[in-house]
């Protein structure tokens, strides 16, 4: 299979359905965005910690499902995949395991801390942007609504795992100053 094929080169790009759309479609956007957050979820493993970074490998395959999910207009499409109800409620438990790590957050802190830590806050601040991109989609096109769902969850549970890393890693949070 070749890599390259052209058909792009118009600022057009092929969907599930093969129907054609612009490069620039809030569906294009919505999907080109979870990959940017896939990747930058990618950048953290390994973090140095295997509970985290089983935990991130699954994330990323939920994300490329989101990928797959969002190039599909039919949202019917029983063959294509879909994330379900089932990958949120995992992110819900995971964090509900290692928020009992850390101690109660009681103000803002500052995005950073230790290298895996500072690229979870990365991720969580791009997944941010992915659910931005989703909600836009789903404003005017059919979405799988648990996949914007799962979005939000994510964004959540990156900065858990960011603060636990950084914890781990004996690295402070501050506030910010105001």
């Known amino acids: 299979m070749k890599i390259y094929t052209g058909r792009g080169d118009e600022g057009m790009t092929d969907l ?3 129907s054609r759309v612009s490069k620039t479609s809030a569906r294009i956007e919505a999907y080109g965005t979870v990959d940017e957050a896939n990747t930058v979820v990618g950048m953290v493993r390994p973090s ?3 509970d985290i970074d089983e935990k ?7 994300l490329h499902i989101i990928q797959a999910d969002f190039a599909n207009p039919d949202v019917d499409d029983e063959d294509a995949p879909h994330l379900a109800e089932r990958h949120v409620e995992v992110l819900e438990d995971w964090m509900d395991e290692l928020d009992e790590e850390l101690e109660p957050l009681e103000q803002f802190i500052l995005p950073g801390g230790s290298e895996a830590g500072a690229h979870l806050h990365h991720a969580r601040a791009v997944v941010r942007r992915a ?3 989703a909600v836009d989609l789903a404003s005017d096109q059919p979405v799988n609504e648990t996949a914007v769902a799962y979005l939000n969850r994510l964004s959540d549970a990156l900065f858990v ?10 690295v ?3 506030p910010p100053v105001y």
């Open 16 to 18: 599930r359905d093969m």
């Open 48 to 50: 140095g910690y295997d």
């Open 56 to 62: 991130l490998e699954a994330i990323q395959n939920h």
């Open 131 to 133: 659910e931005r991109r």
């Open 161 to 170: 795992f960011g603060r636990v890393v950084n914890q781990r890693d004996g």
């Open 172 to 174: 402070p949070e501050g």
